[in-house]
């Protein structure tokens, strides 16, 4: 395979990235049990006041908790999917500025009689936003998982 990298690439790839990897090892297990790929930017937004923008605030978390499913619902045999909504609200943290942080995903589990468990897998989609006075700003798009957690399957009752 040809090597397109630019020579200034080459030297920064193995100089940073073997320091990175190193880091990463010495993380603790639990480090390794999900993935999250950043999201980007909104374009920033002004409103008449800290009010105005805190009550979008809050309308957006209105919205985003309408969409979490109060039950799983089956999608085929031995599997159920269910949307779930993951956050605090909406949260002051000084004089004129709050926050709001959502991850909203999808968590299916499924039976898997191979190992007597039950398997559950979540990934989701994340925003937040922050009201700085009258100035709304945040990022959309990141994106995350979680690796499958397993459970035992119950015993009959006898």
Do not use: W
Request: hydrophobic share 35%; glycine share 8%.
């Amino acid at each position: 395979m040809e090597d397109t990298a630019t020579p200034a690439r080459r030297r920064f790839a193995p100089t940073v990235a073997l320091p990175l990897a190193l880091c990463a090892l010495a993380v603790a297990p639990g480090a390794f049990a999900s993935g999250h790929m950043p999201g980007f930017p909104i374009p920033p937004r002004s409103f008449a006041d800290y009010a105005a923008c805190k009550a979008f605030l809050e309308q957006t978390a209105r919205d985003d908790r309408a969409r979490a499913e109060p039950q799983p619902r089956e999608t085929e045999a031995g599997v159920t999917r269910q949307t779930l909504v993951i956050s605090d609200g909406v949260t002051e943290s000084g004089e004129s500025q709050a926050a709001y942080r959502v991850q909203i995903g999808a968590q299916f589990r499924r039976r898997d009689e191979t190992r007597a468990a039950i398997v559950t897998t979540f990934s989701y989609d994340e925003n937040s936003y922050r009201c700085n006075g009258g100035e709304l700003s945040g990022e959309s798009g990141a994106r995350g998982y979680y690796l499958p957690g397993y459970e035992p399957i119950a015993a009959p009752a006898r």
